[in-house]
């Protein structure tokens, strides 16, 4: 019974931290991580928790969650974090991997941050044991690089375990999304009904050859004016020219805007279209002034067209010297 | 017929042999003009293999040629990737040097005396001529008009887009693939107009060929089978189409895994699937025709596609449990880029730290097509007025070549020859209409169109559905044919500039500008090539980064720890940590992989810009991917993420190997503190980096290729830098015990 006191005084007090052993201090950290992982942390268990000498490791992600500080990157990180943590913990409960995951927020230990000299937020540490089989040569923490790629579970889950060689690593979970599932399966079965009662109506666009050719074309205009650059650059969509204006057209051969190529593909367009209408339309014209006319109108706009993309082109590569006349 | 441009010049020969006389004239013409503007780099600089893959293929050839076929075959190379080497024979495709071997032996049986060499880089442009020759008749099946198929051999002969892989010296796989790509396709739609096992069994052959000659082969085992789709779902299923596809599919699958790269990948890898899923397909609906015709029943139809149908979800499920049940190998990564654009930016940095791999801006598309990209949609557009089945085809291919190139600018190459083919349709479309010297007479016309209004109106596009009346005016013919006659002069020009000023470049020797606007060679890199070949032992290796692996094992003959070749991420990997590195670090890997020259390449000087320090982030990441605890990419930027090489560069930069050894005693050829990185725009520091495992060999002309020579273990047991701080006259006894460098004893 004389324990009970202790045990408890050790709990609560953090001036005792010091004396607790280290395998005291995981025991009472893992325990809290079952209950609810990530362990919330504060300064002074912030403190306990990373003291030196240790036989576990420790994964302590330092963030600012409160809107005053509008990080989205702690927002979007945290839900990945809770459940990295969670998944660990509940795959290892008996704390073979001797992992703690603790989350210290920027409210809760505004002096930490400071001591740390940290400004920014999210930045996650991983703390590795000083003592024991796995002991690390520097009790310094590791630093995980944000910068790169997407923040998911899974990669931090790979960082981590790639630090903790020869000990389990449980596997993250991620909880089955039934309302994805549900949505998908009343969209697709809703859809099918509507198809199924409008197929009369659908068919005959279905097999209406304009219509593809329509789609034909849209989608060879797209493509050979850049879209898929846009999708996998994610270029702006306009810039700046730096004097208050706006530029059309990025300098460089190998730079493009997004609403440059959407010119580009007009003017492809325009320059399909007329080439369209004088093939096909324009011999089928019986009224000769009309198609006089037709041919003097589809003419001009591909030559004038032509010649705007030409001297377009030409602001693209310096040295191109092809040009048409209206626009020299 | 009637309508032929040159028909109206040539008026005097009506008859038939004239004109197929004039026919293989204007093709021959073209022919050699397709060769002839190829070689401006032959004519500029000299007869001499490109760039870096054309080293290996050469390479290649020569020990194709030296040692037979049998010896090439089974070719194990131990002068590429020390220590593991490679198994050559087994990972190349060999139809390009099995090709020019051929050829070789052909010429000196009938005593020609010629290098292999000059096959080599002549090549390409022979190959050129026979692909417009095979645009000439693929379009001749997709049109009446026989000036359609001269147009499409023309703008294939002289499009940059198929230039820019085929000049004189460019001795790659594409030299010859492209030929064969498009000569596949025109028997695959002779085949299928005819339903003949015969050009099928030829198209086949040519799969074959093309399946032994370049990796983009699984661009024709998708594209056929997804006409052979197109087709069934427009309801077109006919036995023509079953007896193309199955000989196409059955004989080329079997000659395609008779190439050991190859081997039983056609069965295994998800790319090839469509291809075996489509046959599966193909045979179900021959059986269901068989028995419909057996056992007439008028509710047939419908059980017929609902069976077909759900035959084919089982099969496209069991395919995705396949997959994933790792029977099947995964999507190759190459290829899964094409699909989802962020997977190689992820996964595979080595795919994506490859120019080609890049996507293609608009310029780029104008650049290598002019004119024909926006009479590409025209031609697109024709094919639907009539839509038989060979029409179908253009209109697949065009669709899933231009979703392609605009994803990776190397598949610009498979783009080219649906855009030709289009565009000559839609020129040679207007040229036979204006081009005509007949005029209809008004008043006949609108008579005419009275009657013949309803009958006509069968064509499945609205803007087609009126009878033709032609044109009345000469001055409206003569108008459209002469605006028409300047865009495809202006074409021509278009393309000749292109090809002499982008495309001629061989990038082994590099062509500058003297003040005075003469012409200079810069010809270092085979100054350092010539260098190694005469100054090292013959087994000497030598560690670069892989683009220059090719070149070294081509022109210095000397064995390399990687090459283009990127089979071994790891092994490449290896050398970029070596690279980016600090010496203590980089030394003891250069000992385990006996290295004995290090070779870099420094733009600093010329403003070149294909330096090794332009690409190291490339290393960095690579190495990065591997060992991401000891090399880290945000290490080498600023903390304000800037990539600097000045005063300002961070620490890491400034110890890496391959920092030092760029600006190793650059800073000697300034005044004290002026040192210049013009590439970079950079005012270098004025104590410039130190070397001490190293020692500088050999520094080319305008210092683009810096070598360096591994040192040897101190011969009284110091290690390096206390030595190099012992020879500086630098040494001070206790400073250097506190400094302490880690030992750099190899176990």
């Known amino acids: 019974m004389r324990f009970l006191p202790t045990l408890l005084l050790a709990l609560l007090g953090s001036a005792s931290a010091a004396k607790k052993s280290p395998e005291e201090r995981f025991q009472t950290y893992h325990a809290k991580a079952l209950s609810s992982a990530p362990v919330k942390l504060g300064d002074p268990s912030y403190r306990e928790l990373t003291g030196t000498p240790r036989d576990y490791t420790v994964a302590v992600l330092l963030t600012a969650m409160d809107a005053r500080f509008g990080c989205q990157l702690c927002r979007d990180f945290q839900p990945e974090w809770d459940l990295l943590s969670r998944s660990w913990t509940a795959g290892d409960k008996k704390g073979e991997s001797r992992v703690v995951f603790g989350t210290l927020d920027f409210a809760d230990g505004r002096d930490i941050f400071m001591s740390l000299g940290l400004q920014t937020a999210p930045v996650l540490f991983l703390f590795p044991p000083t003592i024991g089989s796995h002991a690390a040569a520097s009790p310094e923490p590791i630093r995980y690089d944000f910068t790169s790629g997407s923040q998911a579970a899974e990669q931090v889950h790979a960082w981590i375990a790639r630090h903790l060689p020869d000990r389990p690593h449980p596997p993250v979970k991620r909880p089955i999304n039934w309302m994805r599932w549900i949505s998908t399966f009343v969209i697709l079965s809703g859809g099918l009904t509507a198809s199924y009662a409008a197929w009369p109506y659908v068919l005959p666009v279905i097999q209406n050859r304009t219509v593809w050719a329509g789609i034909t074309l849209i989608s060879i205009l797209l493509f050979t004016s850049g879209h898929m650059f846009n999708q996998i650059r994610n270029v702006p969509y306009v810039a700046g020219d730096g004097r208050g204006g706006i530029s059309y057209f990025a300098s460089g051969f190998q730079n493009q805007y997004g609403l440059e190529t959407q010119i580009v593909a007009a003017m492809y367009g325009i320059l399909a279209l007329s080439g369209i209408s004088l093939a096909i339309k324009v011999p089928r014209i019986s009224d000769p002034k009309m198609q006089g006319i037709a041919i003097i109108a589809w003419g001009s706009i591909l030559f004038v067209v032509y010649s705007l993309l030409l001297s377009i082109f030409r602001g693209k590569n310096a040295g191109y010297p092809f040009s048409l006349p209206p626009f020299m | ?371 024909l990209i926006w009479l590409f949609p025209v031609g697109v557009y024709l094919c639907f007025q009539e839509l038989a089945d060979e029409h179908v085809f253009i209109v697949v291919y065009a669709l899933f070549g231009s979703y392609f190139a605009g994803v990776m600018v190397r598949l610009m190459l498979t783009l080219t020859p649906v855009v030709c083919v289009a565009a000559a349709i839609a020129v040679s479309t207007i040229l036979d209409t204006y081009l005509s010297t007949k005029s209809p007479k008004p008043e006949e016309s609108q008579a005419a169109e009275g009657s013949e209004g309803k009958k006509a109106g069968k064509s499945g596009l609205k803007a087609a559905s009126k009878p033709v009346v032609g044109i009345y005016g000469l001055w409206g013919k003569s108008m459209m044919v002469s605006a028409l006659a300047v865009y495809l002069l202006l074409f021509v020009l278009h393309c000749t500039w292109v090809t002499s000023n982008a495309y001629s470049s061989p990038s082994v020797v590099l062509a500058s500008r003297l003040p005075d606007g003469s012409q200079h060679i810069i010809d270092d890199y085979r100054e350092a090539y010539q260098w190694l070949r005469q100054n090292t032992r013959e087994d000497a290796k030598i560690m670069s980064w892989w683009d220059y692996g090719y070149q070294i094992g081509g022109m210095a003959d000397r064995p390399t720890l990687v090459d283009n070749n990127t089979w071994n991420n790891t092994h490449i990997a290896t050398v970029g940590k070596a690279m980016s590195s600090s010496e203590e670090v980089s030394y003891p890997i250069m000992r385990q992989h006996e290295v004995d020259y290090v070779l870099v390449v420094f733009g600093g000087l010329l403003g070149y810009s294909g330096d090794d320090i332009n690409k190291f982030l490339w290393m960095v990441r690579i190495a990065e991917g591997i060992w991401p605890d000891e090399v880290s990419e945000r290490s080498f930027f600023t903390p304000r993420g800037e990539y600097r090489v000045d005063g300002e560069a961070t620490e890491t930069m400034k110890n890496s190997l391959m920092y030092k050894m760029s600006y190793y005693n650059y800073n000697n050829l300034f005044p004290p503190g002026q040192a210049v990185d013009r590439m970079r725009n950079a005012r270098l520091p004025e104590v410039g980096p130190t070397l001490s495992t190293l020692e500088e060999a050999f520094t080319s002309e305008n210092w683009i290729i810096r070598i360096y020579k591994v040192k040897d273990l101190d011969n009284i047991g110091r290690d390096h830098a206390a030595a190099a701080a012992f020879d500086r006259g630098t040494k001070k006894k206790k400073a250097i015990k506190k400094r302490g460098p880690r030992s750099l004893r190899v176990d």
């Open chain 2, 1 to 371: 017929m009637s309508a032929d441009p040159l028909q109206a010049l040539a008026n005097a020969g009506q008859g038939k042999s004239t004109r197929s006389l004039l026919r293989v004239i204007i093709l021959a013409l073209i022919a050699a003009a397709a060769i002839a503007s190829r070689l401006f780099s032959v004519i500029r600089f000299e007869s001499i293999i490109h760039e870096f893959d054309p080293w290996f293929n050469f390479r290649a050839t020569k020990y194709l040629v030296a040692n037979g076929f049998y010896n090439f075959w089974d070719w194990f190379d131990d002068r590429t990737w020390h220590p593991l080497g490679r198994v050559t024979g087994g990972t190349l495709y060999p139809g390009l040097m099995v090709t020019s071997g051929v050829i070789y032996h052909a010429l000196r049986a009938l005593t020609i005396p010629v290098d292999i060499r000059n096959i080599c880089v002549l090549l390409a442009p022979a190959f050129s001529g026979l692909t417009a020759i095979a645009a000439y008749l693929l379009t001749n099946e997709m049109t009446p008009s026989s000036s359609a198929g001269l147009l499409a051999a023309l703008f294939m002969g002289i499009a940059p887009g198929y230039i820019s892989r085929s000049v004189a010296g460019s001795y790659d796989n594409e030299a010859i693939a492209i030929f064969l790509l498009v000569f596949t396709f025109y028997l695959w739609i002779k085949a299928l107009k005819q339903g003949s096992m015969l050009w099928g069994a030829l198209c086949a052959l040519f799969y074959g060929y093309m399946v032994a000659s370049w990796g983009g082969y699984a661009f024709i085992t998708c594209l056929l089978p997804l006409h052979a789709f197109v087709l069934i779902c427009m309801g077109r299923y006919s036995t023509r189409l079953y007896v193309a596809y199955t000989t196409w599919y059955a004989l080329g699958t079997l000659a395609s895994m008779q190439i050991p790269f190859v081997g039983f990948l056609p069965v295994k890898t998800s790319e090839h699937m469509p291809a075996l899923g489509i046959f599966g397909f193909l045979q179900l609906l021959a059986f269901l025709d068989y028995v419909r015709s057996a056992i007439p029943s008028r509710q047939f139809q419908t059980f017929l596609w609902l069976f077909a149908g759900g035959t084919f979800g089982v099969g496209l499920l069991g395919l995705v449990i396949a997959t994933s049940a790792g029977i099947i190998a995964p999507w190759g990564g190459r290829f899964y880029s094409l699909w989802d654009t962020n997977y190689a930016k992820i996964h595979i940095p080595i795919i994506a730290s490859v120019s080609e791999h890049q996507p293609t801006a608009w310029p780029a598309f104008f650049f290598d097509l002019n004119m």
